[in-house]
Structures are given as structure tokens and as C-alpha cells.
């Protein structure tokens, strides 16, 4: 069975994020072309298709780390803010833009809010299917493309 840790990173990200725009859960907000995904950034993203791509980053996430609250993600998506001539500081990404995608996934059924653990939020089997038939046909592809090593 050929799961999330088989394959690349980004190319997974591309592939979910193009099945993530044709569910209808999953949708860009009206004030997301104009916010910036943090205050280490100068300006918004110039994608037009950076909210799918941020979700399916995001899914990928939960489903290696889970469970994972909103203050992990932000630290994993935050990076340095230049300051000048100051050294440079860690600056945490966008909490709204997170809780917002976060939510979108759970009403998608993707991710779930495990009742024993309090914090964070952890894969559904509907996501983890998700994930993995999607691996499993980039593994396909990588192997039909003559990359026989496995990897």
C-alpha cells in the first residue's frame, strides 16, 4: 500500500490541491487576495490558486504530525521578518487564514476533532483515503515513467 511518505512532497501538494478546487467545501474567501499569510511577508500572495495549495500543505501536515493544532501550524508556516539593519526575528504565520482552511477541511470530512485529546486535530479516514489514492497514483505514474528504484 503506497501511502503519503512514498512519494514526493511536491508534487502531492500539486495533486491534491487541484482535486481540493473541485470539492465544494473548499472554496477562497473574498478577503483572501488581499491578506498577506503572515507578518513576515510584504505582500499577499500572487497565486491566484495559493489557497488550494495552502490546504493541501496543510492536510499533508496533519496527516504526517497529527494531531496539530493551529499554534504548530503557524510555526511551520511562519518564517523571518526582516527588520533593516536589526537582526532578523521569527514571526508566526496567519492563525485565520489556518483556522479558516482547518475548517473548511472538517466540513469537507477530511479532518476530524478527536474528543480524548482536546487540542489539535488529527486526519479522518475519509482524509487519509484521500491522501493515499492520490500516492498511490503518483507512485503509479513514477514508475510507468521508467524510475524504477521505488522511491
Known amino acids: 500500500m503506497t501511502t503519503v511518505y512514498d512519494v514526493p512532497a511536491d508534487e502531492l501538494v500539486k495533486r491534491v490541491a ?3 478546487k473541485k470539492n465544494k467545501h473548499i472554496r477562497l474567501p473574498k478577503w483572501a487576495m488581499e491578506v498577506k499569510t503572515g507578518a513576515h511577508k510584504e ?16 492536510l499533508r501536515q496533519i496527516y504526517m504530525h497529527g494531531p496539530v493544532g493551529v499554534a504548530r501550524l503557524r510555526t511551520y508556516y511562519g ?10 526575528r521569527f514571526r508566526e504565520a496567519s492563525g485565520k487564514v489556518i483556522r479558516t482552511i482547518l475548517s473548511q477541511l472538517e466540513e469537507a470530512g477530511y479532518v ?6 482536546k487540542k ?17 497514483d503518483i507512485k503509479l505514474e513514477m ?5 524504477r528504484s521505488g522511491k
Request: avoid cysteine; glycine fraction near 10%; hydrophobic fraction near 30%.
Open 18 to 20: 487541484d482535486r481540493l
Open 143 to 147: 514508475l510507468k515513467g521508467g524510475d
Open 112 to 117: 476530524i476533532k478527536p474528543e480524548k485529546i
Open 79 to 88: 518564517g523571518r521578518v526582516r527588520r533593516g539593519t536589526r537582526r532578523e
Open 43 to 58: 505582500l499577499p500572495p500572487q497565486d491566484n490558486e495559493w489557497w488550494y495549495v495552502r490546504a493541501a500543505s496543510m
Open 120 to 136: 489539535g486535530r488529527m486526519i479522518s479516514p475519509k482524509g487519509q483515503s484521500f491522501l493515499d489514492d492520490i500516492a498511490h
